[in-house]
């Protein structure tokens, strides 16, 4: 077996999300881990050929509702939290930007995070795949390296970023807000996905890679 990615979204897969969290002042009293979420990580990091790493979609920052060092803050309290009890995420992303055309459209404020769709950036938005392909970097490896590729999240979008990449997208029904669940039922391919948990999800890859 070669090696394997195994991709997950934050808000509304690993952790509840009340609507832009970090938004929330008392974010930290409001965190709260999915259960399951632990048990499958640990599950994933049984095989030293899978890499577990974290893209999140972080547009709250362009439309100025939190900044970026409350997200790294975020992300570093969740990691710990997951640490302790021997839930290792290998790498870390972030997307703090959102593109042109949709924030006039939805007439967010111009910000130094609102981009021009041809900036070299826009890619690190889901579903596009730019923010694998630096975890990838990061790790010492080039996304070709792995030979499956799955992304567990509770949008559509986390699912269009497993497929983008060449690999499968799998929706977790648990986080997902009802007209996800609709998005996702327009969906046509086969490695498109959908689980009620997360650990629903993690078991699919566990058995999918053995086949």
């Known amino acids: ?82 640490s302790k ?12 930007y959102f593109d042109e055309i949709t924030a006039e459209k939805k007439k967010y404020p111009l ?11 826009v890619r690190l938005m889901k579903p596009n795949i730019g923010m694998l392909e630096q975890a990838a970097k990061e790790m010492g490896y080039s996304l070709i390296d792995f030979e499956k590729i799955y992304f567990l999240g509770d949008k559509v979008e986390d699912v269009l970023l497993g497929l983008n990449a060449g690999g499968k997208g799998i929706m977790v029904k648990k986080g997902a807000y009802p007209e996800e669940i609709e998005r996702f039922k327009q969906l046509i391919n086969p490695g498109a996905i959908s689980t ?10 566990i058995n999918d890679i053995s086949i």
């Not at 090696?3 to 970090?22: A, Q, S, W």
């Not at 910000?111 to 950036?121: A, G, M, T, Y």
């Open 85 to 96: 009890q021997g839930a290792i995420i290998h790498n870390w992303q972030y997307c703090p």
């Open 1 to 82: 077996m070669g090696l394997i990615l195994v991709g997950l979204d934050r808000d509304g897969t690993i952790n509840h999300d009340p609507g832009h969290f970090g938004k929330q002042d008392n974010w930290k009293e409001i965190l709260k881990i999915y259960d399951g979420v632990i048990e499958g990580i640990k599950l994933l990091n049984k095989n030293q050929d899978i890499k577990v790493i974290v893209a999140t979609n972080q547009g709250g920052v362009a439309r100025g509702y939190y900044n970026t060092k409350r997200v790294k803050e975020i992300n570093k309290t969740i990691n710990d939290l997951l």
């Open 111 to 121: 910000s130094e995070f609102i981009l021009k769709n041809n900036d070299i950036r």
């Open 196 to 205: 009620e948990t997360f650990l629903e999800a993690v078991n699919y890859v």
